[in-house]
């Protein structure tokens, strides 16, 4: 019998029990620390995060450093075990710099293959959460040439880039310049981070203006370039998490909110025109799970189609987490609609989930590009 090749080998979709613990240890820390009440609070006070649950969770429970292997001080875990933290992330609208820092820019560390230096200096810091590091460029970026990069004058960088997400709380900005990528520090002179007032509340965005700013050149500009493509393709691949935990609350509590609330004495849920919306939604959510599944699983084993399983995750979950959420506040009905019930985090989540790391569009382009399907 010889060992199944790369070609044969089906993806595992199924969650492991190591999964499922992370799974359980991560949704006990939020429901303990991040329930509704305490994330509406939150988007109303001028501190982008709560600083205690960002270290219980990435100090705590370790899941900063999922990625980082252990010699640098990470869990030397992947892929699948960061996706897991994101569904809970997504379950929870919880205001994290997870994605940003614990996975993009974790990553783009790791892609230049550095054994010392500044590079794993900042690694260990990002895998411990003693710090945490954002990529300088707007959220909807979907690669490093559709980001705005800045330029290196007389060894200073100089540049403006807006919608940068979750550089409020950023200790580290990485810069990817025409000259290469560089490290800048937030509380440098010469850096301004002006913050914006975002769609979605429970993830700051922010316009980085670095002016005459000091910064540390981590690799030159074809490392650069490798590297963001792959923090970028990490990013949008397990962002596909992150809606998909988004869109299970939905329907989870849509479920529950119409088996409780009676009209014509009898659970509105009962009505079968409600009953084939939230079939109809249970299908998309299965699929928007295996296809999340797919890009994590491709991601952790370095598969040659991850490409391919990144886009098809953005394609489909971006689309499934708006409906999602948009059923969500319908179903609800006028409860859906008010400030104090959080469906309303929910929807702006996913809305702006839905143009981070490209578009659907963006992403079925590429689709059709890698299959050599070309747009008539």
């Known amino acids: 019998m010889t060992a199944p090749t790369e070609e044969t080998q089906a993806p595992d979709l199924l969650y492991s029990q190591a999964e499922d613990d992370l799974r359980a240890a991560v949704r006990s820390l939020l429901a303990d620390r991040c329930d509704a009440p305490a994330v509406l609070a939150r988007i109303e006070s001028d501190a982008p995060y709560d600083q205690r649950l960002w270290k219980a969770l990435a100090a705590g429970i370790g899941a900063a450093g999922l990625l980082v292997p252990e010699e640098l001080g990470g869990q030397g875990a992947g892929h699948r075990e960061a996706a897991v933290v994101l569904e809970e992330l997504g379950r929870a609208v919880a205001p994290a710099p997870y994605l940003t820092s614990a996975v993009v820019a974790t990553e783009i560390l790791l892609a230049l293959g550095a054994l010392d230096g500044p590079v794993t200096e900042l690694l260990r810091d990002l895998a411990t959460g003693r710090k945490v590091a954002v990529l300088a460029v707007p959220f909807s970026a979907l690669s490093p040439g559709a980001a705005q990069p800045a330029g290196v004058v007389a060894d200073a960088l100089e540049g403006?880039?807006?919608?940068?997400?979750?550089?409020?709380?950023?200790?580290?900005?990485?810069?990817?310049?025409?000259?290469?990528?560089?490290?800048?520090?937030?509380?440098?002179?010469?850096?301004?981070?002006?913050?914006?007032?975002?769609?979605?509340?429970?993830?700051?965005?922010?316009?980085?203006?670095?002016?005459?700013?000091?910064?540390?050149?981590?690799?030159?500009?074809?490392?650069?370039?490798?590297?963001?493509?792959?923090?970028?393709?990490?990013?949008?691949?397990?962002?596909?998490?992150?809606?998909?935990?988004?869109?299970?609350?939905?329907?989870?509590?849509?479920?529950?909110?119409?088996r409780e609330r009676h009209q014509f004495n009898r659970p509105v849920g009962s009505f079968q025109a409600l009953k084939h919306r939230m079939a109809q939604l249970w299908l998309e959510v299965v699929s928007a799970r295996a296809a999340a599944r797919n890009a994590a699983d491709a991601l952790a084993t370095g598969s040659r189609d991850t490409p391919l399983a990144v886009a098809v995750a953005q394609a489909y979950c971006s689309k499934v987490a708006v409906h999602a959420a948009e059923e969500c506040i319908?179903?609800?009905?006028?409860?859906?609609?008010?400030?104090?019930?959080?469906?309303?985090?929910?929807?702006?989540?996913?809305?702006?989930?839905?143009?981070?790391?490209?578009?659907?569009?963006?992403?079925?382009?590429?689709?059709?590009?890698?299959?050599?399907?070309?747009?008539?």
């Open 160 to 258: 403006t880039m807006t919608g940068v997400a979750d550089a409020p709380a950023a200790d580290v900005l990485l810069v990817p310049t025409t000259d290469g990528l560089y490290a800048v520090e937030t509380g440098a002179e010469g850096v301004t981070v002006e913050p914006l007032v975002p769609l979605d509340l429970t993830r700051p965005l922010a316009t980085v203006t670095l002016a005459k700013a000091p910064g540390t050149r981590l690799a030159n500009g074809a490392s650069a370039v490798f590297a963001v493509r792959r923090g970028l393709l990490a990013g949008a691949g397990l962002l596909a998490s992150e809606q998909l935990g988004l869109a299970e609350w939905c329907l989870t509590e849509t479920v529950r909110h119409t």
């Open 330 to 376: 319908q179903l609800h009905g006028g409860i859906g609609m008010t400030w104090e019930h959080p469906a309303h985090l929910y929807l702006k989540r996913a809305k702006a989930d839905s143009i981070a790391y490209g578009t659907a569009g963006n992403h079925r382009e590429v689709i059709a590009e890698l299959v050599d399907l070309p747009a008539p």
